[in-house]
């Protein structure tokens, strides 16, 4: 399989690198707006360089965009119009309306597209989504999210990025829907400016928090910071009628305890998203290659990126406006 590589920034390196391993993949076709990062990349893992990504979907069995977020629904529309396989980074679209007008298309034109949400491949997330489904947690009452990045992303990441709602807690929002299997329907969310003045210039903000209502009466209560010094710290927590569980919390939890006499964690902490989610990642990948070879069905389509959207765009409006917001508002 000839697969196209759109973007060869800090996921689009990692991706390649991954893709050009699997036994599956005959080439790896890179193109980025920058022709030197495409290059650099061709030459890491070993594949070709196109000039245009109309060049490259030409010569392709199947797509993955890991382009800048603003650059994602026009790539995904090129591919879907070419009835290409596709894997697409989240988000799908930078905007809500585009992401609507997109699942349309793909729709209706029962299109692949696999969407980047690793953390369904993350097997503590896997087991929680199972002891929810099967019962053995009971009746769910809350479930708490942490996202606290090591260190914010580069300068001229933050306006591309949609905001710390859209562009980083929209994966627990995926998870959330994913592991109750429930839908959102209303947020309450609001964020500061505490550490990194760059993000107030793009009217964003470096720490977040949520509080998510779920149709069954399940909350969410998200925590977010785009800085957190001892590393990079995803967890979720779940306390439930029989059981209390938590995913991330073990030898590697960037989190330092004040109880006396208990062991300080081996570690060592997590650092980056790609060693926390090293595996998720390659397979989520491995998944699509089968997805697009028509020998498995989709883990994450298009539809749950425009709910997930959905919800992250509601809490965006909830932090501007003060007040909770219904998802079905947006
Ligand atoms: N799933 C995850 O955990 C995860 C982690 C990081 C990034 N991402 C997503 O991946 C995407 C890329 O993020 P990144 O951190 O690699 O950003 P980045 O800025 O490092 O890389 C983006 C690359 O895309 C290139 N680009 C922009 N427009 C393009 C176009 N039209 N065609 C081809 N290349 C184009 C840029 O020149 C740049 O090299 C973002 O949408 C982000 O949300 C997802």
């Known amino acids: ?74 790539l995904v529309r090129g591919a879907v119009e070419r009835g290409l396989p596709t894997f697409c980074e989240k988000p799908l679209a930078f905007e809500l309306a585009d992401t609507a007008a997109l699942v349309e298309l793909i729709e209706a034109r ?3 597209v696999q969407v980047g949400f690793q953390r369904r491949f993350d097997p503590a997330y896997r087991e929680a ?15 708490r999210l ?3 990045d090591h260190e914010p992303p580069p300068d001229a990441y933050i306006p591309v990025s949609g905001g710390l709602f859209r562009d980083s807690s929209i994966h627990d929002f995926d998870a959330l ?7 959102a329907v209303e947020v309450y969310a609001d964020g500061s400016v505490r550490g990194f003045p760059v993000f ?15 149709a069954d009466g399940t909350l969410g209560v998200l925590s977010q910071t785009r800085h957190d010094p001892l590393g990079y710290d995803i967890r979720m927590e779940i306390v ?18 004040l109880e006396p006499g208990t062991p300080a964690p081996v570690g060592p902490a997590w650092q980056t ?45 909830s932090r501007r406006e003060h007040r909770p917001v219904r998802v079905m508002e947006t």
């Open 110 to 112: 029962g299109a692949i």
């Open 240 to 257: 439930g009628s029989r059981d209390s569980v938590a995913i991330g919390l073990g030898d590697r939890t960037p989190l330092r305890t």
């Open 273 to 317: 998203f790609p060693t926390r989610f090293e595996r998720a990642y390659h397979d989520e990948l491995v998944a699509f290659l089968q997805v697009a070879s028509g020998r498995t069905t989709n883990p994450c389509s298009a539809r749950d990126a425009l709910e997930a959207m959905r919800l992250a765009v509601a809490a965006d409006r």
């Open 1 to 74: 399989m000839r697969i196209a590589l759109l973007g060869a920034g800090r996921i689009g390196r990692h991706h390649g690198t991954v893709l050009a391993d699997q036994p599956g993949v005959d080439q790896v076709i890179v193109v980025d707006v920058d022709p030197e990062r495409a290059a650099e990349v061709a030459a890491a893992i070993g594949g070709r360089v196109a000039l245009t990504s109309e060049e490259a979907m030409d010569a392709a069995d199947a797509v993955v965009v890991t382009a800048s977020t603003d650059a994602h629904a026009g």
């Open 177 to 183: 829907r994913w592991v109750t299997g429930q839908e």
């Open 200 to 214: 107030e210039r793009h009217s964003d903000v470096d720490t977040g928090a949520a509080i998510v209502r779920l």
């Open 146 to 148: 942490i996202a606290h």
């Open 129 to 143: 989504r199972r002891l929810v489904d099967t019962g053995e947690l009971g009746t769910v009452y809350l479930v």
